[in-house]
């Protein structure tokens, strides 16, 4: 079907410049997207090693995805461990995730994010030290403070005292784990260059909880399902922690893919394609350019309103319309 909005024309070309056409012209030439090959002649590549060769048929859109700190092969590395976890996946999901990824800058590696299987769907999920690692990347940071605070740990929290009398922690892990207790508490605060302090992040468990409950749709599918499988499932503290730091990233002065990589995790979840919101100078350039070119034409629409006619004489007094009409017929009479 012919594109016809802009706002249609906008999403078709963010969409390849995302990637969207890699994935469909692969879904279309390999039909690699049927692992049992029962609707054509392609088949899943045995993820021990067909898998990672096909993968590097996309090398060249990974190197232009990866910043210049990462080099290809090193991402390929990590790459290549996770793989066989994604065996179930389809191969378009699976590129899509790896990509997303890529894009900023993150190595899937179970340290700073990771792709996982739900169903035959492949989902980049970054870890709160993912979040971090963009932090420091903004310039801005210079350091992150976070942590569980256990119920027999001392800690204070004083919004109006001065600084650094507004919250201390003295943590003890030199305590048995029995007498530490349980986590009561996430905190998070950055320390930026120049000097000063952020706002104390603090995240309770009934906090955390309400987030999990109200924001994930992957902790509600699992539930739904009776598979209990989500990360809030299994690594409930980790998300408790991730849901402080995220906070912490609206108090703190960052940067845009800080932003962007919390809209990429929110995709996910709900099961919508995560490339689309991950970082991409051209695409975001497009979309800018389409959206100033819609309000100028908006505004172009807009009907002239003549202004009213001056009482008075003069010559640029206006003519009442009888008179216009009677001189229009005298002129063809005339002729």
């Known amino acids: 079907m012919t594109t016809t909005t802009l706002k249609d024309r906008v999403r078709d070309a963010a969409l390849r410049s995302a990637g969207r056409g890699i994935l ?7 039909a690699l997207d049927d692992p049992t090959g029962e609707q054509g002649q392609g088949h899943e590549p045995d993820p021990s090693d067909g898998a990672l060769d096909w993968l590097r048929r996309y090398e060249e859109h990974f190197a232009e995805a990866l910043p210049s700190h990462l080099e290809t092969g090193a991402f390929f590395a990590a790459v290549r461990a996770v793989l066989p ?5 389809t191969p378009a999901s699976k590129l ?4 997303t990824c890529a894009r900023f800058g993150l190595v899937p590696d179970g340290k700073q994010a990771v792709i996982t299987a739900s169903g035959t769907t492949a989902t980049f999920i970054p870890t709160y030290r993912g979040y971090i690692e963009l932090m420091h990347r903004s310039g801005r940071v210079e350091s992150i ?18 600084y650094p009398l ?7 892990p030199d305590l048995p784990k029995a007498q530490r207790g349980a986590p009561i508490l996430a905190y998070a605060f950055a320390r930026m260059k120049g000097g000063g302090r952020s706002q104390v992040v603090l995240l309770n468990r009934e906090d955390a909880e309400q987030i999990r409950d109200e924001y994930s749709e992957a902790y509600q599918r699992a539930e739904g399902t009776g598979k209990r499988d989500s990360y809030w499932h299994t690594h409930f503290t980790d998300m408790w922690l991730k849901s402080a730091i995220r906070r912490l990233e609206k108090v703190v002065p960052t ?16 099961g919508r394609p995560q490339i689309l919101h991950a970082p991409d100078t051209e695409a975001a350039g497009l979309v800018e350019e389409a959206v100033r070119a819609h309000r100028a034409a908006e505004a172009s629409q807009e009907p002239n309103v003549r202004p009213l006619p001056v009482k008075g004489g003069g010559r640029g007094r206006s003519k009442p319309k009888k008179n216009r009409a009677a001189g229009r017929a005298s002129r063809r009479r005339a002729a």
């Open 24 to 30: 469909d012209q692969d879904r279309h030439e390999q």
């Open 85 to 89: 976890s994604l065996s179930r996946c």
């Open 96 to 99: 899509q995730a790896l990509l």
């Open 145 to 162: 403070h976070f942590g569980m605070i256990h119920e027999g740990e001392e800690w204070s929290s004083e919004p109006s005292a001065p």
């Open 166 to 172: 507004d919250f201390t922690y003295k943590a003890r």
């Open 255 to 270: 940067s845009a893919e800080v932003r962007a990589l919390g809209a990429v995790e929110d995709a996910g979840d709900a």
